[in-house]
Structure formats: structure tokens, C-alpha cells
């Protein structure tokens, strides 16, 4: 399994990109999609998680109600909406994939929010 994240930059604060991450392999649509992230000097902390069926998210209580997470199986894509960006957000992202007792992580994209 491979994951390739996509999408971060250079944000304005108040910004709304979206990360991408697309898997390759075949266990994409059986797995849980996470994002985590890893500020400068932090541990990796827990941003978004959603189920194989899309039909279970769960969520950091710094970027509730600011960030969704969905995917699309027929992709082998998981996404991070992400708005009302703060200079707090600030870091490099991971996608992760977990089934049973495999799991996978991608090299991140790292999104830096200006204020």
C-alpha cells in the first residue's frame, strides 16, 4: 500500500483548502482513513478519522466543526476539507490507513497558515 497526500501550500488564515490522498493497493475500500498532523517540536496528534463505508467520522476537538473528512472508494481517495484556517493549523499532514493490525502512512503535505 502506497499513499501519495496532495494539496497543502502557503494559506491565508481564514483560508479553505482541500488535502488529498490517493492509495494504491487493494484494501483501500475495506480500511479506516485518517489525517494526523505534526507541528514543528510536536508529537503526530490525531486530526480526522472515517470508516470504509464513509459512514462514520470522528474528529479532534481542535478542528471540529472547521474540517470534514470524506472519501471516494471508487477513487481510493480520502479528503480533508479544511476551513477557517488559523496560524495553529500549521503543519504537515498524513494520511493513514488502518485495517485490522496493518498500518500505513504517506510522506505528508505540509500546510502553513499566514497570518
Known amino acids: 500500500v502506497q499513499l501519495q497526500a496532495s494539496g497543502g501550500g502557503l494559506v491565508q488564515a481564514g483560508g479553505s483548502p482541500r488535502l488529498s490522498c490517493a492509495a494504491s493497493?487493494?484494501?483501500?475500500?475495506?480500511?479506516?482513513m485518517g489525517w494526523y498532523r505534526q507541528a514543528p517540536g510536536n508529537q503526530r496528534e490525531f486530526v480526522a478519522r472515517i470508516s470504509p463505508a464513509g459512514g462514520s467520522t470522528n474528529y479532534a476537538d481542535s478542528v471540529k466543526g472547521r474540517f470534514t473528512i470524506s472519501r471516494d472508494n471508487a477513487k481510493n481517495t480520502v479528503y480533508l476539507q479544511m476551513s477557517s484556517l488559523e496560524p495553529e493549523d500549521t503543519a504537515v499532514y498524513y494520511c493513514?490507513?488502518?485495517?485490522?493490525?496493518?498500518?500505513?502512512w504517506g510522506e505528508g503535505t505540509q500546510v502553513t497558515v499566514s497570518s
Open positions: 493497493g487493494g484494501i483501500f475500500s475495506f480500511s479506516n
Open positions: 493513514n490507513l488502518q485495517r485490522l493490525r496493518e498500518n500505513y
